[in-house]
């Protein structure tokens, strides 16, 4: 590294968050980018060490560890810190298809497996990682790869989320012709409706889109495979078919009051206020609305914070979320070391705008939902607070019942895999993940992605795209022979 004390004389710096008062006032992103002299600085915290935990990319008792795409960050932090930013652009590309995307979503368990961040904190590689391919696009280096040979095969790929588009950039640079099927009205699956505007703007997933598309990409959108197309036109039209379809089918809750008026799934309220506000920035009134509404988050993580972040924008009168396990810890605990991905206490950007707004985090630790009433509409939860046994189980305190008002309840619990009729199609059996294998029972027919792996990050569905664009490269040529 050119800065070997740099670890020592620098300390780590975050990128620079509006206001969270002030950034409840539109839909942009909330954060903005470091300058390039706080840049050159936070590369120079990378400290060379011996072994560089950060791109090992492996899962250690269902954490990641690393970055999964194995982005050789050491490389690209000295680059930064040398001002030689074509070169470190260059050098992130060669394992990131997509660094725009991971730059400002991921949760960045490089950080969490940082050589520094034994004793400090970590090297700020997810700011490094954005402000790289932001200067790329910036500067006009990113420009269109036309493949210069094809080799006349064909590929379907179903579903368009990260990856299926980190499939189709590997399969169409190797030159065969590559077709993205989506049954939403825009391309990006997950990307597109799945994560909100403020953490990142649909601008930068459509100016990706329409790269691959200059560089030979078909896209075919408004377009349900298994509907609006069969599985077998499909396979007599390509030589292969990759299933990315994702984990779509949500995970519900059935208690009592269910059916209630008001009650929605978290994925519905997101993708209604995202496509409302890009069709029309809701001109059109076809989205749920949380404005003036006393609104409940059932489930503690991610896309429940972005619930709670999206009815904050809507001018909600209140909003709590609910989580069923503890608070996390403000240190790392014992059975959570480092280089896992560190399980500590933080305040996501949802819940700093909450409490700026509100005066308290939303959130409510060890909580049980009983039921929900109401009279055709829902008007209220009920329910217990729960401890830990000592076998890990969980239990009810008898005497802890609530009863919340509300007007609103999104529930995010998760996903409980991929919806299973198109697999059935196909003929696939959706089989249990192995390491290498993303080959189906049919053959011709692959998967990746959520839909193999099940709900995960979006660097594990980049890797999952690129390393199943191998696998049928290698089926299609040695199909040629």
């Known amino acids: 590294m050119g800065k070997a004390t740099g670890f020592i004389e620098y300390v780590r710096e975050e990128e620079r968050k509006r206001k969270p008062l002030s950034r409840l006032d539109d839909w942009k992103e909330y954060t903005s980018p470091f300058s390039d002299d706080t840049l050159a600085r936070q590369g120079a915290r990378c400290m060379d060490c011996g072994t560089p935990f950060c791109h090992m990319g492996m899962e250690w008792n269902g954490l990641t560890s690393g970055c999964p795409i194995h982005n050789v960050i050491p490389e690209w932090n000295d680059l930064v810190y040398r001002g030689r930013w074509k070169e470190a652009l260059d050098r992130l590309l060669k394992t990131n298809n997509f660094p725009e995307f991971t730059g400002r ?276 939860l009920h329910t217990i607070q729960m401890e830990k046994t000592e076998n890990g189980t969980f239990r009810e305190i008898p005497g802890t019942e609530k009863v919340w008002p509300c007007d609103l309840v999104f529930i995010a619990i998760g996903f409980e895999g991929p919806e299973q009729s198109l697999f059935a199609q196909f003929g696939v059996v959706n089989q249990p993940m192995t390491t290498t294998k993303y080959a189906t029972n049919v053959e011709g027919v692959f998967v990746a992605g959520d839909a193999r792996r099940g709900q995960s990050l979006v660097v594990w569905a980049i890797r999952e795209g690129r390393e199943a664009a191998q696998e049928v490269h290698h089926f299609l040529m040695n199909a040629v022979k």
């Open 105 to 380: 979503v991921c949760p960045a368990p490089c950080e969490g497996s940082c050589t520094v961040a034994l004793s400090d904190q970590a090297v700020a590689i997810k700011g490094i990682e954005r402000a790289i391919i932001d200067k790329g696009f910036a500067e006009g280096w990113i420009q269109p790869r036309i493949p210069k040979k094809r080799t006349g095969k064909k590929v379907a790929i179903v579903g368009s989320g990260p990856a299926g588009l980190a499939c189709a950039d590997q399969l169409n640079q190797a030159g065969h012709s590559v077709t993205v099927y989506e049954r939403a009205d825009r391309i990006g699956g997950l990307l597109m409706y799945g994560i909100p505007n403020m953490k990142l703007e649909k601008e930068i997933v459509e100016r990706r889109v329409r790269l691959l598309a200059e560089e030979g990409v078909t896209f075919v959108t408004n377009t349900e495979v298994g509907n609006h197309i069969t599985a077998e036109a499909l396979r007599a039209q390509y030589d292969a078919v990759v299933l990315c379809t994702g984990a779509q089918k949500q995970r519900d809750l059935a208690i009592e009051g269910r059916e209630l008026d008001g009650v929605h799934l978290a994925m519905d309220y997101l993708t209604s206020v995202t496509k409302s506000l890009l069709d029309s920035h809701f001109m059109d009134e076809n989205f749920i609305d949380a404005k003036d509404k006393h609104v409940i988050v059932i489930g503690g993580g991610d896309t429940g914070a972005d619930c709670v972040a999206t009815a904050l924008r809507q001018q909600c009168k209140s909003v709590v979320q609910f989580g069923k396990h503890p608070a996390l810890p403000k240190n790392r605990t014992e059975n959570n070391p480092w280089p896992q991905f560190p399980l500590i206490f933080t305040l996501d950007y949802a819940y700093e705008e909450a409490k700026a707004k509100f005066g308290e985090d939303p959130r409510q630790y060890c909580i049980q939902t009983k039921k929900m009433v109401g009279d055709g509409k829902v008007k209220a």
